[in-house]
Nanobody, 121 residues
């Protein structure tokens, strides 16, 4: 089994910062891509940022220059530093990982439980 634990969400004023964390544990041989999605009320879930096992990153245009994704392979963790937050960043943020599981070496996608980020204007 693989478990994802997210933390770091909360309420912040526009222009403020938050840092999301996602720790992965369990029967893991390796982790390929990691990322963060978000879903605002009445909207579809969208990919905010992703990072490959080699450290290559991708961002949705709306967060470029404001958000930074990083990972710590030794800790099996992924982070999202969010600066200059805007009201339109308000959403539930979900951690996503592509795990190579230990026993059968199968690639399986896992999702975190979601953490609420609310930006007040």
């Amino acid at each position: 089994q693989v478990r994802l634990v997210e933390s770091g969400g909360g309420l912040v004023q526009a222009g403020g910062s938050l840092r999301l964390s996602c720790a992965v544990s369990g029967s893991i041989f390796g982790i390929n891509n990691m990322g963060w999605y978000r879903q605002a009320p009445g909207k579809e879930r969208e990919l905010v940022a992703s990072i490959s096992s080699g450290g290559s990153t991708n961002y949705v245009d709306s967060v470029k220059g404001r958000f930074t994704i990083s990972r710590d392979n030794a800790k099996n963790a992924v982070y999202l530093q969010m600066n200059s937050l805007k009201s339109e960043d308000t959403a539930v943020y979900f951690c996503y990982v592509e795990v190579v599981e230990l026993l059968l070496r199968k690639k399986i996608d896992y999702w975190g439980q979601g953490t609420q980020v609310t930006v007040s204007s």
